[in-house]
């Protein structure tokens, strides 16, 4: 199985637009180690004429100019493209399937909840489905195991098992229609395997650990895991009034019950952080945060790594 990082940044993107903090400057200056990166997204394939999205972000059009293998292939239209797989209705999950409107036929795999959001809430998604056939809804729900299918049915050899990772919507979501759904069904964790037993753990947004997911990981061969901020406090301390990392859904990488302390038992799977916010100080490869994920055993994900499995 092959894997791309298109993007690595969290939502917002790398320097973010409207941002001057110490990042962001020191990257518009030049001043540090730092890269720019595209908002979060990732690509698998079995064959490399058969690609599926893991979320589609924002940036995602830019994101396959700059890939060759998901270039059109032949004449006319005719992308690889065969599937997104989203793993919630967050914004910088959701809003790149917008750019993929120009009648192409591809399946979207999603919990039910995130099918009413998208196809009862928001009219203009409608666009991805003017011809018969255009999107092949697929919904899963956690606990499931099945094949990446193409839009006419033939098996692309990656399975995917889904679970749940955090109870909570997105903020867009209207209140009364967030409570009326379930739970379990906000956000996705994947597993997605290869036919020679390789797999892959994709948990871009996770708001808690527990025992049973770092079971999970520990079988896995990579894992890309939120690593959007060092503290859980980091926004607060740059902008203030802003909310804490556990309550946008994401634990923090640093810190006594941080991802790097609660997964340093892990030891099969490569393991990388991603979905990284423009405030991290790790996205600093000269500073000591960067130095003391890289000691221990971990990398942080660049736009354009790339693994195989």
Known sequence: MYVEILGSAAGGGFPQWNCNCHNCRSLRA???????????????????????????????????????????????????????????????????????????????????????????DNSVFGMLQRIPNQLSWHEIRPGASFPLLDPAGANSGIGCTVFALAHRYPAYVRRERSSGLPPDQAQFGLLLESPSGK????????????????????????????????????????????????????????GPNGSLRKLAGLRRPRKVFIHLNNTNPMLDESGPQYREVREAGWEVAEDGNRYEL
């Open 199 to 254: 797999s892959l753990a994709y948990l871009p947004a996770v708001g808690d650990i527990s025992p049973s997911l770092i079971e999970r990981l520990s079988l896995v061969d990579l894992v890309l895991f939120d690593g959007t901020f060092w503290t859980n406090d980091e926004l607060r301390e740059i902008q203030g009034g802003e909310s804490r990392a556990e309550e946008m859904g994401h634990i923090p990488v640093s």
């Open 30 to 120: 030049g001043t540090l180690s730092l890269k720019p990166r595209l908002q979060t997204q990732v690509a698998v394939s079995q064959s490399q004429n058969c690609w599926f999205l893991l979320n589609a972000s924002p940036d995602l059009r830019t994101q396959i100019e700059r890939t060759p293998s998901l270039h059109p292939q032949g004449h006319g239209r005719n992308s690889p493209i065969r599937g997104v797989l989203l793993t919630g209705g967050d914004i910088d999950q959701i809003a790149g399937l917008l750019s993929l409107r120009e009648l192409h036929c591809f399946c979207l795999y999603c919990a039910p909840s995130i099918r009413r959001i998208l196809e009862e």
